[in-house]
């Protein structure tokens, strides 16, 4: 259980939640939803013990299980399968196991032998006591069902695109989370920011069952709403104007009709208000011409006021950001290609003889499952990495843009003004400010830390730098993650009207059938094709 009191968190200046007191009570499935920004990712980390409150405190009586937007692993020369495994301990239990049988195999018959049997022994029967191969068993079919088969759990993470590996940590959440205590109920609370984000179709749906079988407490921030409807049973809602959480005991589905249904009211409530309020002061205004009704008219001008000023705020509409991408700059028919690209992590090859001519206003998607190397590629394009053979070969007038789906272009020890000065150094600081505020950073935030912005404002900030750069060639992985709905369709409307060449990665059909795609490239194996119909079913299965 995970207990919050007079909870007071800041970004800077603003004020995010104000003296707010929350409880995650076992079977809790709570959905944590508000605008980008709002301070939802925030509010998670705090509950996670990852952050500090600017007031009061949060404390946890459990285990905490906390996915957050963007893992950073600390040893990425670890497998994949002992990070899973650690959730429980068992990896360090198993390379003992192994240490202790390469001991048996190679000592002779004596008292060293003797104590190298006793020693596995021991380290068997812990191993067996914490459920030993049966939870390695287990562990392994929580990995497929997240799209890791065997052969990647065999991996070094460093090897991992940045995708799988935040499916490893999620496998290794929910791994620790299915082990149930002595009653046979997990004691685990799940804190879970944006967890749909790299899974494809089926993953997405054993997820769902998954977390409404878990019988611990769960919050969860996600633009997938169909999880929400499938998973909830208490919604908070972050109101980023008023610093505070509504709660609301009910279903996501009846959430929405309830807050559809009291917006409703107050917005009639005050429409009558207003009214009468405007009846009465235009009585008052009549009384006061009389002197000997001097005070009656005041009265009734005070009568008015208070009946607008008691009445239940209704709720502002959010701010949209106005997203663009930039006006390509003049190049050559063809200012992008690639010949022959091959990339291997260590004895692992990604993919080996992919050909690619990028030529200008041309739109292309890249497709292939989970691990195939489509990030992979579209860091070789932007040249954050090197391939292993083959080149990457700029044409006449080439201006890159790459948006990240990590982030990795963004540095997060920087301010949101530096981040953008950084993309656009020659630009007027009035048109970067300018830039700014469409993308809804203005005031003190422009000296927020770009690490401490929430997933969906690190998406704007990362798009506003492309938009300050004039590229003719947009390298986009997975631009709609992280993103509300209003600004999720902000994108999607860019990317039509968009008159440069796009090569784009994405789980999306949304973001593909706004590209509206000439061709495709699909990986490992480097084939062309024509767009068709029949691909875009394919886009939420790779």
Excluded at 110 to 115: L, S, W
Excluded at 202 to 216: A, K, P, T, Y
Excluded at 275 to 299: F, I, S, Y
Aim: one cysteine or more.
């Amino acid at each position: 259980m995970i207990t919050a009191t007079e909870l007071e968190l800041r970004a800077g200046a603003r004020i995010l939640l104000d003296g707010a007191t929350l409880r995650v009570a076992p079977g809790d499935r709570i959905g944590l939803v508000g605008r980008n920004g709002a301070g939802k990712t925030t509010t998670m980390r705090v509950l996670a013990g990852e952050g500090q409150p600017y007031g009061g405190s949060a404390t946890a009586s459990s285990a905490v299980g906390y996915l957050p937007q963007d893992p950073r692993e600390g040893d990425l020369s670890v497998t994949a399968k002992d990070r899973v495994l650690s959730a429980r301990g068992l990896d360090q239990l198993l390379r003992q196991m192994e240490k202790a049988q390469t001991a048996m195999a190679e000592l002779v018959d004596g008292p060293e032998r003797d104590q190298a049997v006793r020693d596995y022994g021991r380290i068997e029967e812990r191993f067996a006591a914490l459920g030993g191969y049966a939870a390695e068993s287990e562990a392994a079919r929580i990995c497929a069902h997240l799209g890791l088969p065997d052969r990647v759990l065999e991996q070094i993470l460093a090897t991992l695109s940045g995708g799988q590996r935040r499916r490893v940590e999620l496998a290794r959440i929910l791994y620790a989370a299915s082990d149930a205590g002595a009653n046979g109920r997990s004691a685990t609370t799940l804190l879970l920011d944006e967890p749909t984000n790299h899974l494809d179709a089926d993953s997405i749906v054993w997820l769902r069952g998954f977390l409404q079988r878990h019988e611990g407490g769960l919050v969860v921030i996600s633009h997938d709403t169909d999880l929400l409807a499938a998973v909830v049973n208490k919604v908070w809602f972050l109101d980023a104007t008023r610093g505070e959480i509504d709660t609301y005991n009910m279903s996501w589905r009846r959430y929405q009709e309830a807050r559809a249904t009291d917006e409703k009211r107050r917005r009639r409530e005050r429409a009558n208000a207003e009214k009468k309020a405007a009846a009465l002061h235009l009585q008052a205004a009549k009384l006061g011409a009389k002197a000997t009704k001097a005070v009656a008219a005041k009265n009734m001008a005070r009568r008015a006021d208070t009946m607008i000023a008691n009445l239940e705020p209704t709720r502002q509409n959010d701010k949209v950001a106005k997203i663009r991408f930039p006006e390509p700059a003049p190049c050559g028919r063809t200012p992008l290609t690639a010949e022959g690209l091959a990339k291997s992590y260590g004895s692992l090859e990604i993919f080996a003889g992919v050909d690619l001519a990028i030529d200008r206003g041309s739109r292309v998607v890249v497709l292939g499952l989970n691990g195939a190397g489509k990030t992979t590629l579209l860091r070789l394009l932007a040249g954050e990495e090197q391939s292993d053979a083959g080149q990457v070969v700029a044409g006449h007038g080439l201006r890159l843009g790459y948006y990240a789906q990590e982030h990795d272009t963004l540095d997060l020890e920087a301010t949101v003004w530096e981040c953008v000065r950084h993309a656009a150094p020659d630009a007027p600081e009035q048109r970067l400010r300018t830039l700014l505020g469409a993308f809804l950073f203005s005031g003190d935030q422009l000296d927020q830390l770009a690490g401490t912005l929430s997933g969906g404002e690190k998406t704007r900030l990362a798009l506003a730098g492309l938009v300050s750069s004039a590229a003719n060639v947009l390298l986009l992985d997975e631009p709609t993650n992280n993103l509300d709905p209003v600004s999720r369709e902000q994108v999607l409307d860019a990317l039509r009207r968009y008159e440069g060449a796009v090569v784009l990665v994405t789980h999306d059909p949304g973001a593909a059938e706004a590209l509206n795609p000439e061709r495709v490239i699909l990986l490992p194996d480097g084939t062309e094709d024509h767009w068709s119909g029949e691909y875009l079913e394919l886009v939420t299965l790779a």
